[in-house]
T-cell receptor
Framework: AQKVTQAQTEISVVEKEDVTLDCVYE???????LFWYKQPPSGELVFLIR??????QNEISGRYSWNFQKSTSSFNFTITASQVVDSAVYFC???????????FGQGTELSVKP | EAGVTQFPSHSVIEKGQTVTLRCDPI?????LYWYRRVMGKEIKFLLH????????ESGMPNNRFLAERTGGTYSTLKVQPAELEDSGVYFC?????????????FGPGTRLTVL
């Protein structure tokens, strides 16, 4: 079965520290997409990034960066110089069938303390 | 542009009662999805509509759950009769039909508590 593992259930850091959230997925598909969503305390799911399986270039967006390693089926997310507002639950979610369902990991709850 | 909206935001009912959740997708989005997160576990897929048709309902837990999308606009998810294990947050998401790998836009969720 296709699944995704976010091994870190909870992470606590102090503001300005860098933090990496791990995501490992399982698939036999050659074409798929990978997403990260953020769920702040207010509860809504906020889209952060989408990558396709053909593009292994790492991506940086401000303080956020993503490391996609197809050989190890990992799509890790790093926040540089974390801020209190980054406190949230972060979900990694592969999408294996175009137009189909997202497969969510269990989420990593990040707490950034001042 | 309005985002995905869900109603109600919270619902508290007793075991055995019926509850109907509503989702209004972003206008023009033909794909509509229902997910739920139970007791801090992972968010799990329930079903997927393309317009008014059920494309995939493999995640529906049992026949106490009924989803409809009449006219291909808003969708309802009815739980009848509700059980304790149905408590959780129910999310709705929508995306355009073209480019099936596009971002799914999520609503704020409905928190359902079954007592």
């Amino acid at each position: 079965a296709q699944k995704v593992t976010q091994a870190q259930t909870e992470i606590s850091v102090v503001e300005k520290e860098d933090v990496t959230l791990d995501c490992v997925y399982e698939t036999r598909d050659t074409t798929y997409y990978l997403f990260w969503y953020k769920q702040p305390p207010s509860g809504e799911l906020v889209f952060l990034i989408r990558r396709n399986s053909f593009d292994e270039q790492n991506e940086i967006s401000g303080r956020y960066s993503w490391n996609f390693q197809k050989s190890t089926s990992s799509f890790n997310f790093t926040i540089t110089a974390s801020q209190v507002v980054d406190s949230a639950v972060y979900f990694c979610a592969p999408l294996y069938n175009q137009g189909g369902k997202l497969i969510f990991g269990q989420g990593t709850e990040l707490s950034v303390k001042p | 542009e309005a985002g995905v909206t869900q109603f109600p935001s919270h619902s508290v009912i007793e075991k055995g009662q019926t509850v109907t959740l509503r989702c209004d997708p972003i206008s023009g989005h033909d794909n509509l999805y229902w997910y739920r997160r139970v007791m801090g576990k992972e968010i799990k897929f329930l079903l997927h509509f393309v317009k008014e048709s059920k494309q995939d309902e493999s995640g529906m837990p049992n026949n106490r759950f009924l989803a409809e999308r009449t006219g291909g606009t808003y969708s309802t998810l009815k739980v009848q009769p509700a059980e304790l294990e149905d408590s959780g947050v129910y999310f709705c998401a929508s995306s355009p039909l073209a480019g099936g790998h596009n971002e799914q836009f999520f609503g704020p969720g409905t928190r359902l508590t079954v007592l």
